[in-house]
């Protein structure tokens, strides 16, 4: 290079101009080319390139029969540029969705992340309904290939909304996509919906199954999110089966989170064995003395059994990406379908139109004879001239107003050159054969086409509802939906992790930590855990624990916090270091900033914390003050309640105890919870307990109390609860707060003896989180009815003689409390189909036929009159007490 040149070069570099226009336009022509040409879907038919090339290869080779897909990548490699690595992958991932492509060999697994076999080894032909819905040589639009040998269609004529259908995901440069398949039968009844003017919600439906909480949806725009978790199933009180696994992930990197949660001692397992075959199995084997359901919530919340997947919904729409909604997408493929479905019938009205015209042009040729004009003909020229005159003799048209044998046929355009050369090319022997009658019937069957085909095109709204409803009858059995649709809790990490560690305080020197193995232990504890340290000057702070950590000299109270904890409540006495007044407060801690020192006093210099206790309940304690002997105060002993002061915030000044000295404060007594009893609900969908109003209200629980839980197999269980407390929904007949006193009526089929049974007991057993069985273990056993109410009155239907008889029953007049063992009294000799409550009698209005009690002064009733009678509002009845006396008892 010469120094001149040279120069030049280092000056168009230093401006920059020349490579700062190559780059921009460069960057601009390949961010286009990608976003275009691989990434992102089109709106038209839903497919990206790569997949259109593919699926018009496998229409081309279609012959009804199964081809290598080795093959198929070959033939496709002219229409795609990125060779054969690219579409393989595309192919099998199409072949995965199980929509479009029938697939035979081994193709892989997208839930255990199994690799298809090689190219050479599977093989694939277009599913009936991908013939149906995308392909029409006459509505397509076609463009050159990459190297202008080959046509291929700019997009597909898709009458169905596929990339709903099968979701996709792409990234692009500066952008990307993620659509999430939906459900085929929901989507089709969208379309219906649609056209009927009818707004519709849609939502993602995956092949792998599981749970969905769509609440965050948006509609598949940017900014919305759908929670996806695997169904887990509690198969004993020692194990849990994964049934279904969340979109995206596999058998092997489910299982991979879980242990990598176990070796962190998040979740204690005992071993996990997968058996998966056709349906996923994986089993987890839970360590001694786990909760089923608290292992639940953590494999929720440690590992991959709950994953978040944030929708993107970006498609090309006229050469441009655009962001829209599903429901905006399912509107324009509705949109899209009807106006295919309207050109194509223009398009067979057109072709039913020429064949009728042509079919009326024979049946005058042949029928009249106009062939015969043509004996004389010597050139082509005057053969043509001939047929068209002969023809005319019959034919209105614009040129021929009035022809000279009458009307046969009436057009509104002219007969061509074509028309009449096809007419002579009419075989000798056609002719001969030539059946006027059925040439009329098939005109007619023409002209009914024709009348059907306009008839659809002037309804074509009411055409394409048909379309969609033949679609759904045709190929929508099998594909109801797999993902349930649920709401989802939020699961606290800190109330589901397993304690792996142990928290060891050294009050005196300051150390908190889990490796203080020879100072004092505390609590057991996760090492995900925050500790709350309160020292004796009145410093708290709030830490994550760790091995060994200095948090201050002197520490008083060291515990695991919890975060928005409402219940736990400290009482504290302290002395003003400015004014030696002694405080007293109560307060919660619920938020914090980690590792900030708080000042629980006034702040002053020598402020100093007297007592302190931390209770998980708001008890109240009574305490006991000694005064400084030296005090002036009359009386130096004294007791004081924290009950009489109100919960504060943590920075309250407090309430002044005592104005004198303090020499020492003692516990006197240990108080009640201030706080009230907790108000309980269960979730009617994941059966959590919960006090954020979610479900049946179960009541209000303090210390001690519990829950009865009565199953539809026949058994109850009493059970104490809180926050982390789960129960199956599905297999559960009733739940309420146990009373002792509470009597469970029953009507139930034995199995065993082929009657419908009624009982009632109250609950006599004491274990808690046992299962008892208060009906027979036989498979027919059936329990039709459940109840807790005092006096019942319920409606029972069973057939006699295919007649359906109802008949009403006062349970409690029926039969007497037994024991929960006791089979009860028969009530029919057969199956009961249906039992329903449908009143509860007061119990003042009861008149119970073996035992009717009522006391009058010191007096028992011995005997009453009119023992059938039920009483109502305003009646009487009269009655003989012990001692002889008689009289009437009214209302």
């Known amino acids: 290079m010469s120094k001149d040149n040279k120069s030049e070069f280092e000056i168009n570099l230093k401006e920059g101009e020349p490579l700062k226009g ?102 694939a032909r277009l599913t009936p309904f991908a013939k149906d819905v995308l392909f029409n040589k006459d509505t397509t639009e076609w463009q050159l290939t990459y190297d202008g040998r080959n046509n291929e269609p700019v997009a597909l004529p898709a009458k169905f909304p596929l990339l709903l259908a099968m979701g996709t995901e792409g990234i692009a440069v500066g952008l990307s996509t993620k659509i999430l398949p939906h459900n085929f039968r929901e989507l089709i009844l969208a379309c219906i919906k649609i056209l009927k003017g009818k707004k519709v919600k849609i939502y993602p439906d995956f092949l792998t199954g599981g749970l969905i909480d769509v609440a965050d949806y948006r509609q598949g725009k940017r900014g919305g999110r759908v929670k996806v978790r695997a169904r887990i199933e509690q198969e004993d009180k020692k194990n849990l089966i994964i049934k279904d696994i969340p979109y995206g992930v596999t058998t092997t990197s489910l299982i991979d989170s879980i242990v990598k949660a176990g070796d962190k001692g998040l979740i204690k397992i005992k071993r996990i064995v997968d058996n998966t075959a056709k349906d996923v199995e994986i089993l987890i084997e839970l360590a001694p003395g786990v909760s089923p359901e608290v292992t639940m919530d953590a494999l929720y919340a440690f590992s991959n059994c709950e ?133 009329e019937e098939q005109i007619k069957g023409l002209e009914d086409e024709i009348a059907q085909t306009q008839y659809h095109l002037d309804n074509l709204t009411e055409y394409a509802i048909d379309y969609f409803e033949s679609l759904l009858e045709k190929y929508g059995k099998g594909r109801e939906r797999k993902t349930e649709i649920t709401g989802f809790e939020d699961i606290k990490a800190t109330r589901v992790v397993a304690n792996n560690a142990k928290l060891y305080v050294n009050y005196k020197d300051g150390f908190i930590g889990y490796g203080l193995k020879k100072d004092q232990f505390v609590t057991d504890c996760a090492d995900i855990d925050d500790i709350i340290v309160i020292r004796r000057d009145g410093k708290m702070v709030v830490t994550r624990i760790g091995e060994k950590s200095f948090v201050g000299k002197d520490i008083l109270i060291a515990n695991v916090w919890k975060k928005s904890d409402d219940r736990t409540t400290y009482n504290m006495l302290y002395r003003d270091g400015k004014t030696g007044n002694t405080y007293a407060k109560r307060f919660h801690v619920n938020s914090i900033t980690r590792d900030k020192e708080y000042d629980l006093t006034t702040g002053e210099k020598g402020s100093r914390v007297l007592y302190l206790s931390e209770n998980p309940n708001g008890e109240a304690e009574v305490v006991t003050v000694y005064l400084s002997p030296a005090s002036k105060a009359r009386n130096k002993v004294f007791d004081f309640d924290f009950g009489e002061i109100l919960i504060k915030g943590r920075g309250s000044k407090g309430n002044i105890a005592t104005k004198y000295p303090v020499r020492r404060v003692t516990l006197k007594e240990v108080g009640k919870s201030t706080l009230g009893a907790i108000e309980y609900w269960i979730d009617d969908n994941s059966g959590r307990i919960n006090t954020e109003e979610r479900g049946q209200y179960l009541g209000e629980f303090d210390t001690g109390d519990s829950v009865i839980a009565i199953y539809q197999d026949g058994s109850y269980e009493i059970s104490e609860i809180d926050e982390t407390s789960r129960f199956k929904t599905d297999e559960l007949m009733l739940i309420r707060k146990f009373e002792p006193e509470m009597i469970v009526n029953v009507v139930y089929y034995e199995g065993e003896k082929k009657w419908t049974m009624v009982k ?126 008689q009289g009437t008892l009214f209302d």
């Not at 593919?54 to 279609?62: A, G, R, T, V, Y």
């Not at 068209?388 to 009307?407: F, T």
């Not at 199956?831 to 036929?849: F, G, M």
């Not at 009119?866 to 009655?879: A, C, H, M, N, V």
């Open 307 to 439: 994953v978040s997947i944030s929708p993107n919904t970006c498609v090309i729409i006229d050469g441009v990406p655009r962001f829209i909604s599903v429901n905006e997408l399912l509107e324009m493929d509705t949109e899209r379908t009807r106006n295919i479905l309207g050109l194509e019938l223009e398009i067979k009205l057109d072709d039913l139109k020429s064949k009728w015209f042509y079919a009326s042009l024979e049946k005058i040729f042949i029928s009249k004879r106009v062939y015969r004009d043509i004996e004389e003909c010597e050139s082509w020229e005057e053969v043509i001239e001939a047929v068209i005159a002969g023809m005319y003799r019959y034919v209105k048209s614009p040129e021929n107003p009035n022809p000279s044998k009458g009307v046969e046929l009436e057009i509104d355009t002219d007969i061509t050159h074509d028309h009449i050369q096809k007419l002579t090319e009419i075989k000798i022997k056609r002719i001969s054969k030539y059946n006027e009658f059925k040439a």
């Open 760 to 885: 009632r007991f109250q609950i006599e057993t004491s274990s808690m989180d046992t299962r008892f069985q208060f009906l027979s273990d036989h498979r027919s056993t059936k329990l039709l009815y459940v109840g807790l109410e005092t006096n019942p009155i319920v409606k029972y239907t069973y057939k006699d003689g295919g007649k359906k008889v109802e008949e009403k029953l006062d349970v409690v007049d029926f039969i007497d409390v037994k024991g929960w063992r006791a089979l009860g009294n028969r009530l029919y000799d057969g199956k009961v189909t249906e039992v329903e409550l449908i009143s509860e009698r007061d119990k003042e209005a009861k008149s119970s036929k073996k035992q009717k009690e009522d006391k009058k002064d010191s007096g028992q009733i011995t005997q009453a009159k009119d023992d059938d009678k039920e009483l109502g509002p305003g009646d009487t009845i009269d009655f003989e007490l012990d001692d002889g006396e």
């Open 22 to 123: 190559m780059f921009k336009k460069y960057f601009i022509d390949y961010a286009s080319y990608v976003i275009l040409e691989r990434a992102v879907p089109e709106a038209n038919d839903g497919l990206k390139p790569v997949q259109r090339r593919i699926m018009f290869s496998l229409f081309e080779k279609d012959d009804g029969r199964y081809h290598k897909v080795a093959n198929l990548i070959g033939h496709c490699m002219q229409y795609h540029p990125h060779g054969d690595a690219a579409i393989g992958d595309a192919l099998v991932t199409l072949g995965q969705k199980e929509l479009l492509i029938d697939c035979q060999g081994n193709w892989g697994d997208m839930r255990t992340g199994d690799r298809a076999a090689a190219a050479r080894y599977i093989e």
